[in-house]
Antibody, heavy 119, light 108 residues
Framework: EVQLVQSGAEVKKPGESLKISCKGS????????IVWVRQMPGKGLEWMGI????????RYSPSFQGQVTISADRSISTAYLQWSSLKASDTAIYFC????????????WGRGTLVTVSS | EIVMTQSPATLSVSPGERVTLSCRAS??????LAWYQQRPGQAPRLLIY???TRATGVPARFIGSGSGTEFTLTISSLQSEDFAVYYC??????????FGQGTKLEIK
């Protein structure tokens, strides 16, 4: 089955670090871009950044540049999203999605990881 | 950056009705427009790409149209599972993932 499996929900305190994951299976993970999308409580979808598993340089939306780090390990078909110092405003669901080949829409989505940041 | 504007924000409709959702781009995106459906508690799901091409497994009652700056998604006969939030997304210009703010379909 073609799927993206995301890591489980996290509860963190402000200032803590966090790394969440997105593992692809059933397709050639190295051949597709992966995007991370944020959805704050009750809000819409925001594109955060993208990475090509074979390329060490992710690209970030200006709104998220410097706020998060995106990486990937193609040897285990996994992409990551990490924070060095969480804020309460990072509380959201984070989705990873596969970018369709040769186009920039998102054709396969993970189920999302809920990140709650609270003191 | 291209801004995507969806209208209305909320639409109250009855099962079986035909409904049309609108999406407008701040500048032309040709036909590089996708639609997604997000049911409560679920991840978004690709419905339409290329403005009018249905993704695999999407029922024929979902019809996308438009080009340039004006796009619509029509659901020809609403089923109970169609009550959800719908997002449009342009993928013409960088950044490629500009979404509209969404239209919520609720049961009247």
């Amino acid at each position: 089955e073609v799927q993206l499996v995301q890591s489980g929900a996290e509860v963190k305190k402000p200032g803590e670090s966090l790394k969440i994951s997105c593992k692809g299976s059933g397709y050639s993970f190295s051949s597709y871009w992966i995007v991370w999308v944020r959805q704050m409580p009750g809000k819409g979808l925001e594109w955060m950044g993208i990475i090509y598993p074979g390329d060490p340089d992710p690209r970030y939306s200006p709104s998220f540049q410097g706020q998060v780090t995106i990486s990937a390990d193609r040897s285990i078909s996994t992409a990551y999203l990490q924070w060095s110092s969480l804020k309460a405003s990072d509380t959201a669901i984070y989705f990873c999605a596969r970018v369709a080949a040769a186009n920039w829409y998102f054709d396969l989505w993970g189920r999302g990881t809920l990140v709650t940041v609270s003191s | 950056e291209i801004v995507m504007t969806q209208s209305p924000a909320t639409l109250s409709v009855s099962p079986g009705e035909r409904v049309t959702l609108s999406c407008r781009a701040s500048q032309s995106v040709s036909r590089t427009l996708a639609w997604y459906q997000q049911r409560p508690g679920q991840a978004p799901r690709l419905l339409i790409y290329g403005a009018s091409t249905r993704a695999t497994g999407v029922p024929a009652r979902f019809i996308g149209s438009g080009s340039g700056t004006e796009f619509t998604l029509t659901i020809s006969s609403l089923q109970s599972e169609d009550f959800a939030v719908y997002y449009c997304q342009q993928y013409s210009n960088w950044p490629p993932g500009t979404f509209g703010q969404g239209t919520k379909l609720e049961i009247k």
